[in-house]
């Protein structure tokens, strides 16, 4: 028996709330507001193994969902739009496809203005200097205004990730690393 391919539905979904997030954010002149409610979302989940967990697990209730929800946006200071968004999400019990709801948004917004948007994995957080510098490497290589999605994922020891559209570039020491192993296994 085949198995259903998931990330497909997650990404459908994701897609269907971040353009309604965007669409409604919009018109209310709150793009700004939402994006940075969104950032701090973000860090509080590349920061928090449990609340990764509780996003991504199915065992809690919708009512837990709600009330846990509540509880992180107000002690996050999140509140308008988004505060209402995530609590719509944990309703109908969708919180699992919030980092991709996040990424969607971020895409959708960045094309709004013009720009592109790019996914880093950096093995520790970006000073605002070295996320210009990217940015403006990015552009060079682009010719278009980048806008830069950071994740942290200490697991890549060092380095960079950088995905633009369908482009990746890996600077990471991890695959470094593997790519070094793999060729003294060859050798020897």
Known sequence: MPVPDTSQHISGVAERYASSLFELALEEGAVDTVSSDLDAFQKMLDESADLKR????????????????E????????????????????????????????????????????EISAEVTSAHALTPAQEDELKAALHGVTGKNVAIAVTVDPSILGGLIVKVGSRQI??????????????LKEVG
Do not use: C, W
């Open 170 to 183: 890996d600077t990471s020491l991890r695959t470094k690393l593997s790519t070094l192993k793999l060729a």
């Open 71 to 114: 509880a992180i946006a107000a002690k996050a200071g999140i509140s308008g739009f988004f505060a209402n968004f995530l609590k719509v999400v944990a309703r109908n019990r969708r919180l699992f496809a919030l980092p991709g709801m996040i990424k969607s948004f971020r895409q959708i917004a960045a094309e709004h203005r013009g």
């Open 54 to 69: 509780f996003i991504g697990s199915p065992v809690f209730s919708s009512d837990e969902q709600l009330k846990a929800i």
